[in-house]
């Protein structure tokens, strides 16, 4: 059975979708801060125990968060440094973008 190689495009389209909700950014951009406890990130974001847990799961799932375990307490931080660069880039484009972003109709939340 031949196995279909997905596209570089397609790859980074499902990078994206990583950063592309609202609550797996804010996780990310409070992992790129330091390592933290999901309560801590609970805590920080101001959102419910699952949600978060849910999110840490799937940014865990596409290895974008890693976990190390010290008896019962389970510390979350990127997989990557670049992760926080990408973030940083980002926030670079929206210096001279936001306005145009934010008012664009193509990006508005279903």
Request: positive net charge; contains cysteine.
């Amino acid at each position: 059975m031949q196995t279909v190689q997905p596209t570089q495009v397609e790859l980074l389209a499902k990078l994206f979708r990583g950063f592309g909700d609202k609550t797996r950014l804010a996780i990310l951009k409070s992992l790129s801060d330091s390592p933290k406890i999901a309560s801590q990130i609970v805590e920080e974001l101001g959102l419910p125990q699952s949600t978060v847990s849910t999110h840490l799961g799937c940014l865990r799932d596409c290895n974008l968060v890693v976990t190390t375990k010290k008896g019962r307490k389970v510390t979350y931080s990127l997989s990557s440094e670049l992760i926080k660069d990408i973030i940083d880039l980002a926030e670079q484009v929206l210096k001279t973008t936001y306005r145009s972003i934010w008012a664009c109709v193509n990006y508005n939340e279903e």
